[in-house]
């Protein structure tokens, strides 16, 4: 069984619990039944995402992470450094839901950052902006798991930035474009509360 075999409409989903363990059995034997992933591998994985809602299973956001690592970190000639063209390709998935829309998109593109030797610039400022925009508009559920007040940085929101910073940073000279320190000045600007730095 392939993901051409296997569409989103024919995955198993519960009505109360949406993308249940044994969905993500389903689709890891689609996916991984072969030797590497293809687009159509995760075109699958994005469209039964989508109806994971918020709170998907513990093995939903694993297989979840593990793919789009998988595929968009370690499938890479050289190894585990994100061509330019995946990390498009990425934001541009995450931007059909007009952003990061769940707790498990924001665990998969820490996760798939962490375990690449190399990220473009441009996939940290998506992250960055996401967080930012989190902040300042006080919707954060899909990325803390908290809303509050707008403008206001909570303890979690500095740990979401510097998830981010530390992950797009590995195994690099380890500085701040500027791209990045202009997302990281927008929200200073905005920030009504906050005790905490996010360099510290």
Known sequence: MSSSDVTAADVTLSADQGVSAATAFQVRRAIYSHDRLTRSDMDLVFDVARKA??????????????????YVAHQNVPQDYIPQDKADWLVSKLKQSDGISSKAEFEMLIDVMTHAVGVPASLSTFALSEIAAAIMNGRRAAITGEDRPAGVVTETDVEALRAVLYAAKAGSAGHVTKDEAEVLFQIAHRQRLTSRSIFR
């Open 53 to 70: 809602g918020r709170e998907p299973c513990l093995e939903w956001t694993g297989l979840f992470c593990e793919a789009l690592t998988d």
